[in-house]
T-cell receptor, first 115, second 113 residues
Framework: DTGVSQDPRHKITKRGQNVTFRCDPISEHNRLYWYRQTLGQGPEFLTYFQNEAQLEKSRLLSDRFSAERPKGSFSTLEIQRTEQGDSAMYLC?????????????FGSGTRLTVV | EDQVTQSPEALRLQEGESSSLNCSYTVSGLRGLFWYRQDPGKGPEFLFTLYSAGEEKEKERLKATLTKKESFLHITAPKPEDSATYLCAVLRESGGGADGLTFGKGTHLIIQP
């Protein structure tokens, strides 16, 4: 297992376009998380899945954002009608524990630039 | 609302010069406090989870401690490869709240040879 994989690593898009990111977690991990990180800030929680169920969404996740995890495997995060304020690093993480205490394994992120 | 404040924002040390990073937190019921290391262009790398006041954990030159209001990450005789941003995060006990981590802004640590 090579850890948590995210694709693409970098994405430049024009304002108003839709973008989709993919995350492949560690195969035996049942929990998957999405975070957003801007320069000089810590990661901010967006949403998480336990298996295929999306159990929690932050108020940061506006209606333009949607996440899916079909069959409890990989996950996608889509941003519709991108805005310049969406420019950030989007991080995916996965964990095995039922209480989230085992320490997440993060991917290297997808850096989004909206021009 | 959960809050995590880390200090200092940046710290420059000479190789071998020990120091401590601080993480002050406010959370309604702490499930766990986490320390991560983040290198430029990469995702955070898990270091420790602390669960209750008085707990300590060690890994190589790093030692994390926890009180009811803050956590410290002590770095003993650091080497240049310890240079990174160190992030602190808290996880609240469930009960309708978000199950995600609340992170601080991090301490950017530079170890000069």
């Amino acid at each position: 297992d090579t850890g948590v994989s995210q694709d693409p690593r970098h994405k430049i898009t024009k304002r108003g376009q839709n973008v989709t990111f993919r995350c492949d977690p560690i195969s035996e991990h049942n929990r998957l998380y999405w975070y957003r990180q801007t320069l000089g800030q810590g990661p901010e929680f967006l949403t998480y899945f336990q298996n295929e169920a999306q159990l929690e969404k932050s108020r940061l996740l506006s209606d333009r954002f949607s996440a899916e995890r079909p069959k409890g495997s990989f996950s996608t995060l889509e941003i519709q009608r991108t805005e310049q304020g969406d420019s950030a690093m989007y991080l995916c993480a996965s964990s095995l524990g039922s209480r989230g205490l085992d320490g997440y394994t993060f991917g290297s992120g997808t850096r989004l630039t909206v021009v | 609302e959960d809050q995590v404040t880390q200090s200092p924002e940046a710290l420059r040390l000479q190789e071998g010069e020990s120091s401590s990073l601080n993480c002050s937190y406010t959370v309604s019921g702490l499930r766990g406090l986490f320390w991560y290391r983040q290198d430029p262009g990469k995702g955070p790398e898990f270091l420790f989870t602390l669960y209750s006041a008085g707990e300590e954990k060690e890994k190589e030159r790093l030692k994390a401690t926890l009180t009811k209001k803050e956590s410290f990450l002590h770095i003993t005789a650091p080497k240049p490869e310890d240079s990174a941003t160190y992030l602190c995060a808290v996880l609240r006990e469930s009960g309708g709240g978000a199950d995600g981590l609340t992170f601080g802004k991090g301490t950017h640590l530079i170890i000069q040879p």
